[in-house]
């Protein structure tokens, strides 16, 4: 199996920023879709970001002017900067590999923790 791992999660202030990061396999990384899905007790699953290796990226409309979705090559790891965070950010964040720009691919993260909240 692949594992994906995050990290970056925790607790933040409204208006506060995290940068989370899904670490990859090389082979991994290179060739599929990497994506950013998060899920809250109030709400099911929902893609927040997503890119792909030529680098294009997809965005939920809800983050599109707050989170920026990146990859290091060298690093083989994927980021989410997420600015001027809000209390409905909060959810657990899990990385995945293998889908399209807005489906989930078989390959997940075990997730972490954000929490915003002042």
């Known amino acids: 199996q692949v594992q994906l791992v995050e990290s970056g999660g925790g607790l933040v202030q409204p208006g506060g920023s995290l940068r989370l990061s899904c670490a990859a396999s090389?082979?991994?990384?290179?060739?599929?879709?990497i994506g950013w899905y998060r899920q809250s007790p109030r709400k099911q699953r929902e893609l927040v970001a997503s890119i792909a290796p030529s680098g294009t990226t997809n965005y939920a409309d809800s983050v599109k002017d707050r989170f920026t979705i990146s990859r290091d090559n060298g690093k083989n790891t994927v980021y989410l900067q997420m600015n001027s965070l809000k209390p409905e950010d909060t959810a657990v964040y899990y990385c995945?590999?293998?889908?399209?720009?807005?489906?989930?691919?078989?390959?997940w993260g075990q997730g972490t923790q954000v929490t915003v909240s002042s």
């Open positions: 090389r082979s991994i990384f290179s060739t599929y879709v």
């Open positions: 995945n590999a293998g889908g399209g720009r807005v489906t989930p691919g078989g390959f």
